[in-house]
């Protein structure tokens, strides 16, 4: 289970330090892909799969297509080199306007990527309204 925040900084080439505490856990190679609300899904290999086994038991709907697309289209194995560094694809820093300061999330079984701009602006909005409805679900805090 993947949880904590850290902060790093991202290189003009796209490159970027993998924080010390997730890379093990990530193991020697590992898929990031376009993530909801404008950050990157960074997945250890098997939980990538199982990932990918639920998209692929959807049902034919277009709404079931489109999600498909959207995770596999963005989707990229990395390895981290020599340094624990990744380089993150152009498309993929563009999508969630990865430019300078960087801010990696652990949240259970993925890890999340945001600029910091970003995370800073979205992270904790509405929270007393996301608490109640998870409440509703059954949520107990």
Known sequence: MFMGQYNHTIDAKGRVFVPAKFREALGEQFVVTLGLDGCLFLYPTEQWEKFAEQLKALPGTKEARQLQRYFLAGADDLTPDAQGRILIPAK?????????????????GKIEIWSKERWEDNAFENMDDAAEKMAEQGLIF
Not at 93 to 101: P, T, V
Request: glycine content about 6%.
């Open 92 to 108: 993929l820093r563009e999508h969630a306007a990865l430019q300078k300061e960087v801010v990696f999330v652990g949240v259970l």
